[in-house]
Nanobody, 119 residues
Framework: QMQLVESGGGLVQAGGSLRLSCAAS????????AAWFRQAPGKEREFVGT????????YYSDSVKGRFTISRDNAKSTVYLQMNTLKPEDTAVYYC????????????WGQGTQVTVSS
């Protein structure tokens, strides 16, 4: 299991931008797929997007497509979530996840970072 630590959250006005980082422990990060999820108060955890181990392929939920971009730097064992044109409904705790088991479950999770978008 890999240790993940998110950072970069904060308070931003609607229309603004933030970049979240997720730093992973271990030297095998390049074999892990990674993803971002979010959970707003009173709501279930929601998938945001995912990136494959090499970084050559990404996939996003419809709610963030065109506004958010996931990237990774395997040399730094870090995954990023660039969030542009933020909306108040993007307010949530954002979590990164990673997995290399080949299954459908995300086996490693970070502790989350709060993003608040004011109107």
């Amino acid at each position: 299991q890999m240790q993940l630590v998110e950072s970069g959250g904060g308070l931003v006005q609607a229309g603004g931008s933030l970049r979240l980082s997720c730093a992973a422990s271990g030297r095998t990060f390049s074999t892990y797929r990674a993803a971002w999820f979010r959970q707003a108060p009173g709501k279930e955890r929601e998938f945001v997007g995912t990136i494959n181990p090499s970084g050559s392929s990404t996939y996003y939920s419809d709610s963030v497509k065109g506004r958010f971009t996931i990237s990774r730097d395997n040399a730094k064992s870090t995954v990023y979530l660039q969030m542009n044109t933020l909306k108040p409904e993007d307010t949530a705790v954002y979590y990164c996840a990673a997995d290399n088991s080949g299954g459908s479950v995300w086996t490693s999770w970070g502790q989350g970072t709060q993003v608040t978008v004011s109107s």
